[in-house]
């Protein structure tokens, strides 16, 4: 495994007075997909509107390992215990100092 600055041995689950950023789960399939299914929350993104069942767990499975392959790290956003969206930064470049991030969040919470 890649060596990791001191504290990033476990998953970073972050809290703030609304919101709840933790590890995405196996669990959180359905969810997820309910989220990819509104065409305006991936309008800017490369995963496909309504993505069947199987594409859904292959990005759950892509999200989950980010972080134990030390590429990255997936968030699952939650509020009141209700996934509302994911934030990631799906790629980290060493060499270059930076990374590629990527969001969704349900249209239900923009502006807020």
């Not at 609304?18 to 309008?43: G, K, M």
């Not at 993505?51 to 968030?75: D, E, N």
Request: aromatic share 8%; proline share 4%; charged share 20%.
């Amino acid at each position: 495994m890649a060596m990791m600055p001191p504290g990033f041995d476990h998953f970073p689950t972050l809290q703030t007075g609304r919101l709840s950023l933790r590890a995405v789960t196996d669990a959180d399939a359905t969810a997820y997909r309910t989220l990819q299914a509104d065409a305006e929350v991936t309008a800017f993104t490369d995963i496909p509107d309504a993505p069947t069942v199987k594409q859904t767990q292959r990005l759950i499975t892509w999200m989950i390992a980010l972080f134990s392959k030390r590429k990255g790290c997936a968030w699952a956003i939650e509020y009141q215990d209700t996934l509302i969206g994911a934030i990631r930064i799906n790629r980290i470049h060493k060499k270059e100092r930076c990374g590629i991030i990527g969001y969704e969040l349900s249209n239900t919470h923009w502006g807020q």
